[in-house]
């Protein structure tokens, strides 16, 4: 019996492409000469598996007139045309909650770095200083206020490993999430301007483009520290990037990039930020837990036509759908 034909759209990860290859018919999307491979290949595609590194363009998906299903390997999907999938009916998934508990370790892996300078720290021992000195004292993080932009799964995640290091929390989204003992705050700029530590945790794509401005970072002002452990493009790059080296903000840690893996020389001459290689949630335990629940969404649907985690776009539709 002929097996569904899956395309995969690189980068993936060797276990996840491997993976796919052992349970489907595989094609792999080549970097060059696209047009001709979709022209080829295009109509046995019934399947995409994609991850946040990988667009999936209105281009790919109408050059697939079979295409039933795009497996997302994240809970981030700005990386897919979604209202071009939806348009044709396309199912899309993806995979909240596995990665929470990563994301928020890593947020405040970052907070804290930045402000007791561990990085810093670090290379001064390693580079023999301490005999000539004592390193410089640094800021706490337990007790400081923090703002969550974005208090949603891994928001909350965040929220809760801060309580435990006695911080005041408070936050802003869209809407205030009822039954939480956080302070809601009206907008970024509002937040940003009552914090210490600000820490952006909201999805990418248009509605949040560029929501950390040059205003949110002058409210948050040369004390202040922001984690950016979203996407790039939710902080404008450029005013952030002028604040730090004009002294307008106290620090950064950042897990992600306007364009990775491209990063502005200027942040890697300042000592006030920590860089990490859009890891948060690549552990061992997480990316296999992602992993899972990226196959069995797709087996799902392929077998019983339903996901286990559908975008929420998808539900928003079928409830419009249903009046
Ligand atoms: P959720 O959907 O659970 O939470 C998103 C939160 O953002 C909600 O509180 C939502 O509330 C808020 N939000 C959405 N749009 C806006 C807006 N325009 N202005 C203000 N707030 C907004 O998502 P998760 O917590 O699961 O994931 C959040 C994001 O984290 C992902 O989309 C991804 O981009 C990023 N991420 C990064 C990783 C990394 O490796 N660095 C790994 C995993 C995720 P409301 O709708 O009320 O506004």
Do not use: K
């Amino acid at each position: 019996m002929s097996r569904p034909t899956v395309l995969r759209v690189p980068p993936l990860s060797p276990q996840l492409h491997d993976a796919v290859g052992e349970q489907y018919d595989a094609l792999d999307l080549p970097a060059e000469g696209r047009p001709a491979f979709l022209a080829e290949h295009g109509a046995e595609v019934v399947a995409i598996v994609c991850t946040n590194g990988g667009q999936v363009d209105a281009g790919v998906i109408n050059a697939l007139p079979n295409l039933r299903v795009i497996a997302n390997h994240g809970v981030g999907y700005d990386n897919i045309d979604v209202p071009a999938a939806l348009a044709r009916g396309i199912a899309v998934s993806n995979t909240p909650g596995v990665l929470d508990d990563a994301v928020a370790d890593t947020a405040l892996a970052l907070l804290l770095a930045v402000r007791r300078r561990v990085v810093v720290a670090d290379l001064f021992v390693r580079a023999g200083e301490w005999q000539r000195g004592e390193f410089p004292l640094t800021t706490e993080v337990s007790r400081s206020r923090v703002g969550i932009l974005g208090l949603g799964r891994i928001g909350r995640a965040i929220a809760t490993r801060l309580e435990a290091f006695g911080c005041t929390v408070s936050y802003h989204s869209r809407h205030e999430v009822p039954g939480v003992p956080y302070a809601y705050a009206a907008s970024a700029a509002e937040l940003a301007a009552s914090v210490d530590n600000l820490v952006a945790v909201v999805p990418g794509g248009a509605s949040t483009a560029a929501l950390v401005d040059r205003e949110v970072l002058d409210a948050l002002g040369p004390t202040g520290v922001l984690v950016n452990v979203a996407r790039g493009s939710v902080v404008d790059q450029d005013a952030l990037v002028a604040a730090l080296v004009e002294g307008r903000l106290g620090g950064a840690g950042l897990d992600v990039f306007a364009a990775e893996p491209e990063v502005p020389a200027a942040l890697a001459d300042l000592d006030n930020v920590v860089l990490l290689p859009h890891v948060g949630s690549a552990t061992h335990e997480t990316r296999a837990a992602m992993r899972a629940l990226t196959l069995d969404n797709l087996a799902s649907w392929l077998d019983t036509g339903t996901l286990l985690t559908p975008i929420p776009e998808m539900s928003e539709m079928s409830e419009r759908a249903g009046g």
